[in-house]
């Protein structure tokens, strides 16, 4: 789409909710072994709230052998992907702070509402979908925890870069006082979410 490589159908949402910027798009397709170009015109929906191109989902597969094990990386890769493109769209001001969840906003709203969502089509799809959010969660801690940020392993790796450029180590001191703001951040911040969580919840 594009220019833009698709494994999964959820990406075909998330191009268009994250990446989308206007116009036609162009998809390339292939079927029955022949390839084909075409051209799509996106359409506005009001309730989604953003453009729909027109493609549903179409038969289920069910990968074996080798071939589960490359859908499970097409799988973290869509993960990692909807990680750095939604902290872009957090730096860039795209998002409002109804977007943001943390513990308790993830409990209520993303886990309990999956699980009513699931429920109804068995114990097979609420694990299923469970599994899936735990993937997304750990993708997620694991892409944060390594930002350049004091009191991260990010911003660690930041010092021990900084030694090898020096070729001496930064003063502990020096560096356990950057760590303590930025784990000062954090406790900020963390109360900030947690208050924020809670007014998703109850302020509609």
């Given at each position: ?41 996106p ?71 999956t699980y ?57 001191e ?20 947690f ?10």
């Amino acid at each position: 789409m594009n220019g833009e490589k698709i494994k999964l159908y959820q990406e075909i949402s998330v191009y268009m909710q994250l990446t989308y910027q206007g116009g036609d798009v162009e998809v390339v397709y292939e079927r029955d072994g022949e390839r084909y170009t075409t051209t799509l015109t996106p359409q506005y929906d009001e309730q989604y709230g953003y453009y729909l191109l027109g493609i549903s989902n179409g038969d289920f597969i069910q990968p074996r052998g080798v071939q589960s094990l490359k859908y499970a990386w097409y799988e973290m890769r869509y993960s990692v992907k909807m990680t750095y493109t939604s902290l872009g769209m957090l730096f860039r001001g795209r998002v409002s702070r109804k977007d943001v969840a943390g513990p308790v906003g993830i409990a209520v709203n993303v886990v309990g509402k999956t699980y009513e969502a699931s429920k109804e089509y068995g114990w097979q799809s609420v694990l299923l979908n469970m599994l899936n959010i735990t993937l997304m969660l750990s993708v997620n801690l694991g892409i944060l925890n390594l930002l350049p940020v004091p009191a991260l392993d990010g911003g660690r790796l930041v010092f021990l870069l900084a030694e090898v450029i020096r070729g001496k180590p930064v003063p502990p001191e020096k560096e356990g006082i950057v760590h303590f703001i930025g784990l000062v951040f954090f406790m900020i911040l963390m109360v900030f979410i947690f208050f924020n969580d809670l007014a998703n919840i109850f302020i509609k």
